[in-house]
């Protein structure tokens, strides 16, 4: 029986569940592409203290409020504010302090002038030729305070939230444990590029592309290699997965009689669904062999890829898909039983059919912008919003 995408996630998810529960906590400089295990809040406020958002003097916004070239404000220069260095006393009316880029704002100032706005007026003495602006100054905690939560559990580690969980001042992150998934595509006629060709043979794409996605997706890759459709072959190169956490198998999973991936957990494991509701991709296959999840994608390159997309991603992430509505440039139809990812092209602002949809045409994944989601029985008219993931 075919299971709903709901389904087919959370089952998938429950096989891994108790390998994804602990976290460990890893400094940051480990951390670039794990996946946060927690929700992250800031140690401390940033602005620390009041600052100033550029170069020039700190002052009274209300002495400034007429400042042009033709009348420029005169204020009196009583002292300066570093980085690092506070000035010691309070601004009064008629005063400045000269202030740099995350230095304190004085007591007493509220507003500041950049110093392109400033001439010199000898004696001590500045002017300013525009008013001094309360907008320029950064106020402590504006951009993140202490005890919010800044980072989400499940998010990817990219080095722009290195960065901000270092910004928090977190020097050890908790980060869900790496799983070690084996990888094995099947199918006699599969062969690795590099190699001569025979008519009738493919190569393996498949391998190339699940090795990246796994990695984006924070976990550790183990090749297996490809085998043949042998029942014998398929369990001799999957027992060299031993100890993974996870096996990713590409083909043999449909209805063909040397489809025999699944015959293998029906033997010696456990088949938790075969066949989901979606195009493409609707063979997909899921279970344990040995005790080990397993994950059977389709053979076809594009429902491989498109499957790890939506079935398999979440799972290793713990985060659901992300997906943005666009306009419809013209009619999507629906699948009356099957939830539909087209292959998609942004054009003027909409989105278009990609034109080869078969699930064997792998550039339509290197030539398209987003996979349109076609829900059962609901065909999109142009004009109306689409669901739309990126791919
Ligand atoms: P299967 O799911 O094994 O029936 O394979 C479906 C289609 O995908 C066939 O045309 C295969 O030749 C092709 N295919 C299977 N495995 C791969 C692979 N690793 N790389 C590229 N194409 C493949
Ligand atoms: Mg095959």
Redo the contacts with the bound molecule.
Sequence with gaps: MHVSLDEARSSFAALLASRLAAHELAPLAACYGRILAQDLSALVSHPSATDSALDGVACREADTLQASPDTPARLRLIGESRAGAAFPGAVSTGEAVRIYTGAPLPDGADAICPVEQLRDAGEGHTELLRPASPRDVRHAGSDFRAGEVVLRAGQLLTPQRVALAAALGHARLPVRPRLRVGLL???D??VEPGERLQEGQ??????YGLLGLVQQSGHETLMLG?AP?SPRALSQALERAGGADLLLT?????M?R??LVRDLLIEDGEVAFWKVRMRPGG?ALCGSWRGTPLFGL????V??LVVFEVLVRPALTGLPTRTVRLRAGENFRALPDKTAFWRGVLREGAVVEYPKQAS?V?RSLSESDVLVIVPEGQPVRAGEEVEVMLS
């Design positions: 595509s099947t199918g006629e599969v493919v190569y393996n794409s498949n391998l490809s459709d590409s083909g043999g999973v449909s063909g040397y489809d063979p389709p053979g076809n390159p429902s491989a064997s792998l």
